[in-house]
């Protein structure tokens, strides 16, 4: 290999880890098995096991954690061990994908549950019975506005052996439908407005089928809906306080996802609290004890770092990145997956521009790039502008006060829970819970004369 072959090589084992390093979760099979590790395994059998002996009356979960802690690809990794067994209708969506984020309510979210059940029941061939599924479409085409004469039709027209596998008409139907609930504020507001009054009636449609599919499958329907956390903490408080009996009138089991700065307002923790067992909590991974973490020796935790070690390790081949800067990398996350990935992808991104140089200049001679303290420099100065865009003398403040005593003055106040949902401000759980800065929240602090070097 020619030393300018040599240079592209490197610059494709970059691009390949920057396709790896995407901040998107882990929600495919295949994603799972390629780059997924063994993590809060504890977590995933405390959620089966909820599901598995739920009662009728108690068959909705909350699911909370910070942003980017690995709850969607957890949530998946759930998923698909009771798909595998056979015993559940697995059906989980993201509610980003469906809703427009500032207008997801608690109508369109059940009416997104009625529309994921029918989809998920074409693509994987459930035998409804015509005149059945003909009702349901109906239904479907009458809210939203979208014709259905030829469903209805092709339907009629259908023998159950012809309808397994999915019938293309009908597949084109319901994308067009998505497509409207996501674009068409006309519609989604003329849906709102019909059902918040009756919504008994979308309901009983999820409830029918429900009953409809189990009755085909023999297995229970179980809903995953992800990405509620990431709605604004508005929508949230207005969807999970004032209206979560909605959410909990139909019969099968639903795990919901919402924000963790949501659940420090006491108002809308009672209303959860009110109606749900128990709320289930993934937890940022914590590298030091709040003993440990202020003390100049500390010594991280290295079972935690070697689990996100083999994250890295899965996405960008470890000769590509300089061991300690790769532990670097890992305890400035703070624990938090979205960070370390986030990080690294900045780190490669920055290496492969320096490979693109060298191509450019025919620099063959020079020493082969890798992730090193030069390029986690540069990264970590970006990373740390985009974070003091944001914040004045008060949030400075705010953020010395919560280094100073693990908590903040308020838990309800609004700034403060925009920085805990910005990941400013990081959750820590132990026999007590406890609050820290993001390390580089925490470095730009001491840079901006702060916090003192010596306590940080």
């Known amino acids: ?18 396709r790896n390093l995407q901040l998107d979760p882990l929600v495919t099979r295949e994603a799972l098995d390629r780059l997924g590790v063994e993590y809060q395994a504890e977590l995933v059998d405390e959620l089966e096991q909820a599901i598995e002996d739920c009662v009728s009356r108690d068959n909705k979960l909350i699911f909370t954690g910070h942003r980017g802690c690995g709850k969607s690809t957890l949530l998946a990794e759930l998923g698909f061990r009771l798909l595998e067994t056979n015993r ?29 059940l029918l989809e998920a029941a074409e693509e994987r061939g459930i035998r409804l019975k015509p005149g059945i599924k003909r009702e349901f479409y109906r239904w479907l085409g009458k809210h939203t506005q979208t014709e259905s004469k030829a469903v209805e039709a092709e339907i009629e ?30 519609i989604r507001r003329e849906i709102s407005i019909e059902f918040a009054r009756r919504i008994s009636d979308l309901v009983a449609q999820i409830n029918q089928l429900q009953v409809y599919i189990e009755n085909a499958t023999g297995q229970q329907v179980l809903v ?41 307002e006491v108002s809308i923790r009672t209303s959860i609290q009110t109606y749900v067992n128990k709320i289930h909590t993934m937890r940022v991974a914590k ?43 890992i305890l400035l996350s703070g624990g938090v997956l979205r960070e370390l990935i986030r990080i690294s992808d900045r780190c490669c991104g920055k290496a492969m521009q320096k490979i693109r140089g060298q191509i450019r200049r025919q620099q063959v001679d020079q020493p082969g790039v890798i992730v090193d303290q030069a390029i986690l420099n540069e990264v970590v100065t970006e990373l740390q502008l985009e974070y003091a865009e944001v914040l004045g003398q008060t949030d400075f403040d705010a953020l010395k006060l919560i280094y100073t005593e693990f908590k903040p003055k308020d838990t ?45």
Not at 163 to 186: C, H, M, Q, R, T
């Open 412 to 456: 309800e106040n609004q700034r403060f829970l925009d920085l805990l949902h910005g990941l400013y401000v990081l959750e820590y759980r132990n026999a007590l819970l406890w609050y820290d800065l993001n390390p580089l929240v925490r470095d730009l602090l001491v840079q901006e004369g702060i916090l003192d070097v010596a306590s940080a």
């Open 1 to 18: 290999m020619s030393s300018l072959e040599a240079l592209h090589h490197r610059l494709d084992l970059f691009r390949e880890a920057g």
């Open 88 to 116: 559940y209708f697995v059906v989980m969506f993201s509610i980003a994908d469906t809703i427009e984020r500032s207008a997801v309510d608690h109508v369109n979210i059940l009416f997104s549950i009625a529309l994921q």
């Open 157 to 186: 027209a259908s023998t159950e052996a012809t309808v397994k596998g999915g019938i293309p008409v009908i597949l084109e139907f319901l994308a067009k439908i998505k497509s409207k609930l996501k674009i068409n504020s006309v």
């Open 224 to 264: 995953i809906i992800d990405d509620l956390d990431k709605l604004d903490l508005a929508v949230t408080e207005e969807i999970f306080n004032k209206n979560i009996q909605s959410l909990l009138d139909p019969n099968l089991r639903i795990i919901y996802t919402v924000p963790i700065a949501t659940l420090r």
């Open 287 to 329: 590298f030091f004890s709040k003993a440990a973490v202020r003390k100049p020796d500390r010594v991280p935790d290295e079972s935690c770092v070697e689990v996100f070690a083999q994250i890295l390790d899965r996405r960008l081949p470890p000769e590509l990145m300089h061991a300690e800067v790769k532990r670097q990398i």
